[in-house]
């Protein structure tokens, strides 16, 4: 994913958690135009709703799984203006994971904010190979347990690549967990999705981010079973949500699109 694509992505990604996440909502403060202030002034403009339900959830389903893990170490891949390490404990380590001109972005961002980040800054284009040395230079201990985040990612990445960083991250020990999202296949999409993604085609045009990977959760489960992971739950987004969350007349509704995966490594 392009660093300028990075930065629209996540700047949008952030703008759920600002209600409740003094972090996010002095960054998103901190931008020309507040992207905070434009989802307050349209409320119920369904394809803001759903990406706005879409980044809580997945990031409410990745604090739960982290704090269950306990690990001492975290990193977050991709981590563009992600603020989920100013929220951990104080004895675990983060690390922040992405392109080098995503995460020049991020500091300023801060700079101009005057908000002290949390995290080493780990700049890796997540194409390539060799994240875990990466990792290990900016001092990850690898003979310990370790969670990482993936969220808002794989879609942009070729299969090739997913899987290489999955076998990759194998080299962690047991007690390592792992939550990522994937886009679903269009065969695997309902209704509610297949508007939602051709509202997000036509608002971004020809600027967009193509959607490279999008493989079914059997596949997914495969190839982290084949890298040595036990899928611990593998569940449509919207089931994620809490019960009784869809009992609602406003602008949300449940979409099969995103499928959260939360694995642990054997």
């Not at 992505?9 to 020309?32: I, K, S």
């Not at 990466?134 to 299969?159: C, I």
Request: glycine share 10%; net charge negative; with cysteine.
């Amino acid at each position: 994913m392009s660093a300028a694509a990075r930065a629209a992505h996540t700047v949008v990604d952030d703008v759920p958690h600002a209600f409740a996440d003094p972090v996010a909502r002095t960054l998103c403060e901190a931008v020309g135009s507040s992207p905070l202030g434009y989802q307050l002034a349209q409320p119920k403009a369904p394809i803001l709703a759903s990406a706005r339900l879409s980044a809580t959830i997945r990031s409410d389903f990745t604090a739960r799984s982290l704090r269950e893990a306990g690990a001492g170490q975290y990193v977050v891949l991709g981590s563009g203006l992600d603020t989920s390490a100013h929220y951990v404990t104080p004895d675990c380590a983060t690390w922040l994971v992405d392109q080098p001109g995503v995460l020049a972005w991020r500091q300023a961002l801060f700079a101009a904010a005057g908000v002290s980040d949390v995290g080493r800054y780990v700049p890796f284009d997540l194409g390539e190979v060799g994240i875990v040395s990466a990792l290990e230079r900016a001092g990850l201990d690898t003979s310990k347990p370790v969670f990482f985040s993936w969220l808002g990612v794989t879609m942009y990445l070729e299969e090739s690549a997913i899987r290489g960083v999955l076998g990759e991250l194998s080299a962690v020990p047991s007690g390592s967990g792992l939550v990522l999202d994937h886009f679903l296949p269009p065969g695997c999409r309902d209704g509610a999705a297949r508007e939602y993604t051709l509202a997000v085609g036509e608002a971004l045009g020809k600027g967009g981010e193509p959607w490279l990977c999008t493989p079914d959760s059997a596949t997914v489960t495969r190839w982290l079973t084949g890298s040595g992971w036990d899928v611990e739950s593998s569940l449509a987004e919207a089931d994620a949500a809490p019960i009784g969350f869809w009992d609602r007349n406003d602008a949300l509704r449940p979409m099969s699109l995103v499928q959260l995966v939360h694995a642990k490594r054997t």
